[in-house]
């Protein structure tokens, strides 16, 4: 049985539910990515995912670049370490093949916050999402919180409102050993998730600029 509790909107802003904003972090660490080569500054690696494309790494500004096999820019941003694991932060920036911004936005440890803007290959605005970082209980997440417009190829706005952090919790059980009798038990466990749900007066338009429907949550 699935309860909900409505979390409140944080003034952080977010973006898209069902299709989380992404920049690829093709790099997973030393000793996984192999290296190719390296100078006083820079070290270049076989990125992880696909493995024609080049990681470069400035370890003295904690900068990251991912490369074409041609040595087009696919992506850049800040990184930092945490033990063993690199994690996201800052600005990132992800570019088209034609060297215009297809993606960017604020990353804070590999959750993204913030407002994140798409473009389409011309360069025109494609979307505007909102991303709040959410702490219940511990529990830190990042979700769409916030405006959310979506745009024409033409510039004209296609899709305009807004969304909200929503905690579901729900309850299964599983089977375990009982450490006095040794016999099965069932425990009850609880699990919880954060998901972004619209919320408000929501508008629609056509290609044309004309409202086509609109929507109350």
Known sequence: MMRRFLLFCLVFFAGNSFA??????????????????????????????????????????????????????????????????????????????????????????????????????????????????????????SCLSGTWQEYFTNGKLKINGFYCGTIFTYKDTINVDDPVTSSTIQKEITHREIRAEKVGHWEYFTEAGELEKSVDF
Do not use: C
Request: no cysteine; proline share 2%.
């Open 20 to 141: 989380q904003v992404s920049i690829p972090f093709d790099f997973t660490s030393e000793e996984e990515n192999r290296l190719i080569k390296e100078n006083d500054s820079l070290k270049y690696f076989v990125a992880s995912t696909d493995t024609n494309n080049i990681v470069v790494l400035n370890e003295e500004n904690a900068w990251y670049k991912l490369l074409s096999k041609e040595h087009k820019l696919i992506a850049e941003g800040a990184y930092i370490q945490d033990g063993d694991k690199y994690l996201q932060t800052g600005k990132w920036v992800a570019q088209h093949e034609n060297g215009k911004i297809r993606t960017t936005g604020y990353y804070q440890r590999n959750m993204p916050v913030g407002m994140w803007q798409e473009f389409y290959a011309n360069g025109k605005l494609k979307m505007i999402s909102n991303y709040g970082i959410f702490n219940y209980k511990g529990e830190v997440s």
